[in-house]
């Protein structure tokens, strides 16, 4: 993540990506930090994830379908232990994958 130059609303992905985990899992921005796993480290639910993709889809700007979110974690993190493996760089690479998808169906 660090490096990442794409901007959300003017600020970095990444600075959004933490937003928006921090609200969904109330807690301190600060605990949301690279390689920490949602669910082991930052006691995510499931449910949690829903509320994750329909954040994303305000700060965006554009709807996105919760089955997307499924598609990408079965093709992207298949036979992994997701309890370990969802961390905040994997919500940004869902994110950087949902615009670039946006760009091209806007075209």
């Given at each position: 993540?660090?490096?990442?130059?794409?901007?959300?609303?003017?600020?970095?992905?990444?600075?959004?990506?933490?937003?928006?985990?921090?609200?969904?899992?109330?807690?301190?921005?600060?605990?949301?930090?690279?390689?920490?796993?949602?669910?082991r480290?930052?006691?995510?639910?499931?449910?949690?994830?829903?509320?994750?993709?329909?954040?994303?889809?305000?700060?965006?700007?554009?709807?996105?379908?919760?089955?997307?979110?499924?598609?990408f974690?079965?093709?992207r993190?298949?036979?992994?232990?997701?309890?370990?493996?969802?961390?905040?760089?994997?919500?940004?690479?869902?994110?950087?994958q949902?615009?670039?998808?946006?760009?091209?169906?806007?075209?």
């Amino acid at each position: 993540m660090p490096g990442d130059s794409t901007l959300v609303g003017g600020r970095p992905l990444e600075d959004v990506i933490r937003q928006i985990i921090a609200e969904v899992l109330v807690i301190a921005p600060g605990d949301v930090q690279p390689g920490k796993a949602l669910v082991r480290d930052l006691g995510a639910e499931s449910i949690d994830f829903l509320d994750l993709v329909f954040q994303l889809e305000d700060a965006l700007g554009f709807r996105i379908p919760i089955q997307r979110w499924q598609q990408f974690t079965s093709v992207r993190l298949a036979g992994k232990d997701l309890s370990v493996v969802i961390t905040p760089e994997v919500i940004q690479q869902f994110a950087e994958q949902e615009m670039r998808e946006q760009e091209m169906r806007v075209q």
